[in-house]
């Protein structure tokens, strides 16, 4: 209950509706009740889309079921509480006030360690507004990568993603749980892509730098344990990319 007491204190500071405060806090996490092995089969139950992320990883599926949880078991049509449960754990900066109290409180509970916690809580005590878009720049922004092609939005988790290929007109992402053929050139698929984790290393190779293991002269291997072959005239541009972020991480 430690993220409830936080949620409530505040939105005591921030003047937020008590009532609509601890029901979102209290029930955030009910999707929790459904075991993860059937997250997917009761998300789909539910009508709920399940991108091949979720489907690897059913745990990220707890916020939505449990927005639908909430009304189907427990009643709630508070529009405002749907959305604090649904965005609890992915927060944007335009929520209603009692989804960014929720999402907040259950990023700065007790017992939450990671660098930068303690001033994170401190911001939230004084200007919730810059609160939100310190806790999205720093811990949240960076894992998520959106992108629009022929009218479909797809949603994935930065990190996740392993390197991305050109092939047939298109382009296929290798991530850590299997592949996605998105019909978008590998040239455009470069512009979605975040410049300082993304690099362009081959006609047909995006990499991630964050998953390269080891590079040689002309070949990058990668934490998977494939490997990709660096071209010539991307190699000048690589080595500087590559050495810029590990010295920024």
Known sequence: MRGYETALALGKRHHAEEAKVALAALLHDCGREIPVKESVEKARAFGLPVDFIEAGQPVLLHAKIGACLATQKYGVTDPEVLEAIRC???????LSLTARIVFLADMLEPGRKFPGVEELRRLAREDLEQAIKTDLRLYHQP????????GRTFVLPAEDILCAESRDH????????????????LSQMQEYLPKDRFCRCHNSFIVNLFHIRRVSSRTIYLTDGRDLSIGRRYMEQFQDQFVRYLNQN
């Open 88 to 94: 609890h754990t992915t927060g944007a900066e335009t």
């Open 170 to 185: 298109g382009s296929v992402l290798h991530t850590t749980h299997g592949e996605q053929f998105i019909l978008c050139p």
């Open 143 to 150: 894992r998520n990568v959106t992108f629009r092609v022929a």
